[in-house]
């Protein structure tokens, strides 16, 4: 069986195709950037607009395959934005009529996840899943993939993201902040905000601002001090709840996973408890099609040809799916 995947959640529209044993055909993505300012919904559904004919259609030359080859089309269907998320929503839905294979519509988060687990073969991992909208801590427990820990306002990728637009950065920031971040030197002190199981980055991003603002520091140290703190707080909540679930893995997932010195934190956390770390390459770890496609398969079963009985599900958090593949 080879399945379909469209992601169009934010800022990215992909294609990926793979088929029930894992094996990969394609993964073609196309994202929404800016030089200067953050990302704009309408700008993103229209950038989505213009790619997703290409996009599909170099999958599947990539993969070399037919349309007619594939048997079930899967698409994000939340969390994300809701104008985004409509263009993934027609497009699977006029694939799949063209030539009659059941839809499904897969959760953004727990694809991260279940992606992560067939491309580390990891078993029962506790996965850390930073990205640009989400921040959480997610494990499997009685049925659902449960919330340990997670952020109480922002995602940790927009969080940076809105520092680095504050300092004149493009977006996305966050590789921008990366790469400055190895010239500072010298740790200036930030709130670090752990607050039970969740981590908070509002408060952060105020104070540093206006530290920025202050002209007294020096940016490279400023974005140092960020990856420090935030990816320490990252860290400690991931060890809890790897200590409380009692798991011997720990995944990595999502857009801001692709920076080198959280993935080292976290590989040294995982040596001093003993336990295995896995990072996925990146291009499964930023938003990307195949691992729709993939959670498309885990859940073929509940598939349907009643294409309008499907709909997006903005506001659909990871707790709120019953697992039914395990
Ligand atoms: P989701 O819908 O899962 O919340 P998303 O739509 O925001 O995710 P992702 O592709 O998972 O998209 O993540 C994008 C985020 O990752 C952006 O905020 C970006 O700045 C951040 N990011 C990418 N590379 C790095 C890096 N090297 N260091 C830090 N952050 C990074
Ligand atoms: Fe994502």
Redesign the pocket.
Known sequence: MISLGIES????FGCGIIDDKGKIYANVTDAYKTESGGIHPSEAKQHHEEVKDKVIEDALNQANLKLKDIDLVSFSQG??LAPCLLVGLKKAKELAKKINVPIVGVN??IA?LEIGKLMTKAKDPVLL?P????TQVIAYEGGKYRVFGETLDM?V??F??SF?RHIGLG?????K??KIALNGKNYVEIPYVVKGMDVSFSGILTNLKQKYDSKKYNTEDLAFSLQETVFAMLVEVSERAMAHCGKKELVLG???A???R?QQMCRIMCEERNAKFFVQPNEV???NGLMIAWLGILQRKQGTKNYDSIDIKPYERTDDVLVTWK
Not at 9 to 12: D, L, P, Y
Not at 131 to 134: E, I, T
Request: one cysteine or more; charged letters at 10%.
């Open positions: 959640t934010a800022h990215t969390p994300g953004h988060c991260h899943y990205s640009g909208a989400n995602g990728g927009n940076i993201d680095a977006f996305p920031g966050g590789p902040i990366e999502g857009g801001v692709c920076n080198r959280l770890l930023v938003d």
